[in-house]
């Protein structure tokens, strides 16, 4: 049974381009966790999202950030127009069970965005 | 705001040494999890505690949650090398995301 597994692992990506994080979640894992590691910082929550469904996305910047869980393929965490400050390690985490239900969270490698 | 207050931030021991790490938050979790996390890699889960005054053995770690659900402890005996590395508390909210601590670096020196 493969993990949860994250693409591209490295991204490096010029001021004002997009870039775009894909998460394939664990098999029979339905709910997805987004969270950023900025250099020096802890773990911060962004985003959390169920099949087609937006849950939580309490720590996702109000611009520029958004994220999409479809039926069919892996969830999208996507930056606009992105800026130095957006670099930082990204990990995504699955979860079999729903936030009221138990949550342990298995997390993926990570990607890692560079903005020169 | 829940935050999770994890101490000490880093810990340098001897082989054989034993140690602890607290996590303490003025807010109650619903569940606690711990992790590792190795330079470059994603955090891995070590455990999860649930129920107040839980406590949970993994080899020569030992887990304990809080009567209260608002802290946590990981306490390791006879430390190894192999256990260097970077142990994260992360407390989950009844909204499903997690709150991390920062972090301790454990450095054991052979």
């Known amino acids: 049974n493969a993990g949860v597994m994250q693409n591209p692992r490295h991204l490096v990506r010029r001021r004002g381009q997009e870039a775009r994080l894909r998460c394939s979640p664990m098999?029979?894992?339905?709910?997805v966790y987004w969270y950023r590691q900025l250099p020096e910082e802890g773990l911060k929550f962004m985003v959390y999202?169920?099949?087609?469904?937006?849950?939580?996305e309490s720590g996702m910047p109000k611009e520029r950030f958004s994220a999409e869980f479809p039926k069919e393929g892996p969830s999208i965490l996507r930056i606009q127009q992105v800026v130095r400050g957006d670099s930082a390690a990204y990990f995504c985490?699955?979860?079999?069970?729903?936030?009221?239900?138990?949550?342990?969270?298995?997390f993926g490698p990570g990607t890692r965005l560079t903005v020169t | 705001t829940q935050l999770l207050e994890q101490s000490p931030q880093f810990l340098s021991i001897q082989e054989g040494e034993n140690l602890t790490v607290y996590c303490n938050s003025s807010?109650?979790?619903?569940?606690l999890q711990w992790y590792r996390q190795e330079p470059g890699e994603g955090p891995v889960l070590l455990v999860t505690?649930?129920?107040?005054?839980e406590v949970k053995k993994l080899k020569r770690l030992t887990f304990q949650f809080g009567d209260a659900r608002k802290d946590s402890s990981l306490h390791i005996t006879a430390a190894q090398p192999g256990d260097t590395g970077l142990y994260l508390c992360?407390?989950?909210?009844?909204?499903?995301?997690?709150?991390f601590g920062q972090g301790t670096t454990l450095q054991v020196k052979p």
């Open positions: 985490a699955s979860s079999p069970l729903a936030a009221d239900r138990g949550n342990e969270q298995y």
């Open positions: 098999k029979g894992h339905s709910h």
């Open positions: 999202l169920q099949k087609e469904n937006i849950i939580d």
């Open positions: 807010s109650v979790f619903s569940s």
């Open positions: 505690v649930v129920t107040g005054g």
């Open positions: 992360a407390g989950a909210s009844n909204t499903g995301k997690l709150i």
